[in-house]
């Protein structure tokens, strides 16, 4: 079963900085199409900011482009997003999402707040 855990969020001032990991075990991350996605307080949807499928490149929601960066370390078989002079409008819960053998899964979600 795969299973996803994220961490690395918090409470950051404009500007700042924060890395995302999603520890994923049951099956080696090169398998996956990969994300995160954030869900804005008061919002029912989420969206997605960053992307690797099929192995290719990463993309970016416009947004976030410049700003964010996602990557893997398939040594510890984690997805990782490093976030760079956040705004206020970055606040939001953040979740990693895999699509495996056509199954999406998701982890807990990990809350990014960024306020002066």
């Known amino acids: 079963e795969v299973q996803l855990v994220e961490s690395g969020g918090g409470m950051v001032q404009p500007g700042g900085s924060l890395t995302l990991s999603c520890v994923v075990s049951?099956?080696?991350?090169?398998?996956?199409?990969m994300s995160w996605v954030r869900q804005a307080p008061g919002k029912s949807a989420r969206e997605l900011v960053a992307?690797?499928?099929?192995?290719?490149?990463?993309n970016y929601a416009d947004s976030v482009k410049g700003r964010f960066t996602i990557s893997t370390d398939d040594s510890e078989n984690t997805i990782n997003l490093q976030m760079s002079n956040l705004k206020p409008e970055d606040t939001a819960v953040y979740y990693c999402?895999?699509?495996?053998?056509?199954?999406?899964?998701w982890g807990q979600g990990t809350q990014v707040t960024v306020s002066s």
């Open positions: 999402n895999v699509l495996y053998r056509r199954t999406n899964y």
């Open positions: 992307s690797i499928f099929s192995g290719g490149q990463p």
């Open positions: 049951g099956s080696p991350i090169s398998s996956f199409d």
